[in-house]
């Protein structure tokens, strides 16, 4: 499971940019094994938390970093990410469905990504990526003009802000039944919570802190609930193809609807809620700075 980064109040922001990368880096070596192993799908999915983690790292903190070596690492995480992406879905289809036709067909699928995903966390790519971005972390990656000594909590904040705006950007006009927009969220949310972990270390003592994140994670969970079934329905599309699962995909795409349809009354209440929070790094910011 995720560990927090060792940051504290008066830590810099360079140092907090190396701690996050040291977490995260700490979270898929622990699970890079079992993942390998593949017989509990539950290594694979926190293995791509800790790749998840890494990237969100690196675009909470890009302002910092030379922007041409973080877009490689970027590129070459995202590329690891898809590969196992297959073996994540599949197992969370058998996991999700009673139908046994379905899940047998669907465990041989899943069988088959599951091999890709090993080969990929055999494969050179994943043995370097992730460890050349920590030493590249601790041999100053600093951009001209970046100010790594920056106290964290006056980063954070201008951090934070930016990746709120952009999610309240695709979210106030958001139509919670188009699968599209809402999956644009979600990644939004997604970032602006991994991005608030990064820095949630150093805002223990904040009152708002809390219910901030607990709301957040909360539309992160709709929407990640969301994406599985449209996810779902891609897979099902390729069952079909099958006469004799016709039958069968068609009974799951009813009650996948009919799930839906109740998820996008709670995907627009959530987003309500969370609007109404207010940003919990804005207050120590301004405290920290006038002291």
């Known amino acids: 499971m995720w560990s927090k980064p060792d940051i504290a ?27 390998a192993d593949g017989r509990d799908p539950e290594y694979l999915h ?20 030379r922007r041409r070596k973080s877009a490689e690492f970027d590129e070459a995480l995202r590329d690891i990410l898809r590969a196992l992406g297959a073996a994540r879905d599949w197992d969370v289809f058998r996991r999700s469905n009673r ?18 995903a090993r080969g990929m966390l055999r494969s050179a790519l994943f043995r370097t990526a992730p460890r050349a971005v920590l030493a590249w972390a601790k041999a100053a990656p600093w951009r001209s003009g970046a100010d790594p000594g920056a106290p964290v909590a006056v980063f954070a904040c201008r951090a934070l802000r930016r990746l709120q705006d952009r999610l309240r950007e695709d979210a106030e006009e958001a139509d919670w039944r188009d699968a599209a927009q809402r999956h644009r969220v979600r990644v939004k949310v997604k970032r602006l919570r991994y991005g608030c972990e990064c ?8 009152k708002r802190m809390r219910p901030y994140l607990k709301r957040l994670r909360k539309l992160q969970q709709i929407l990640g609930e969301m994406n599985d079934i ?22 799951l795409r009813t009650t996948l609807a009919a799930r839906e349809r109740e998820l996008i009354d709670h995907a627009a209440r959530a987003w309500g809620e969370f609007e109404t929070m207010k940003p919990f790094w804005r207050r120590a910011a301004a405290v920290r700075a006038r002291g």
């Not at 139908?99 to 069988?111: E, G, M």
């Not at 820095?199 to 904040?206: D, I, V």
């Open 230 to 251: 449209t996810v779902q329905r891609t897979l099902l599309r390729e069952l079909a193809r099958d006469p004799r699962l016709r039958r069968s995909a068609a009974g």
């Open 199 to 206: 820095f949630a270390a150093a805002y223990q003592k904040h």
């Open 99 to 116: 139908d046994h036709s379905l899940v047998r067909a669907a465990q041989r699928r899943s069988a088959a990504a599951r091999r890709r």
């Open 46 to 65: 926190q293995l791509r938390v800790g790749l998840r983690r890494l990237r969100s790292t690196l675009r909470a903190f890009r302002s910092l970093l």
């Open 9 to 35: 109040a008066g830590t810099s922001a360079g140092e907090a940019f190396v701690a996050n990368v040291r977490a995260a880096l700490e979270l898929i070596d622990a699970n890079a094994a079992g993942a």
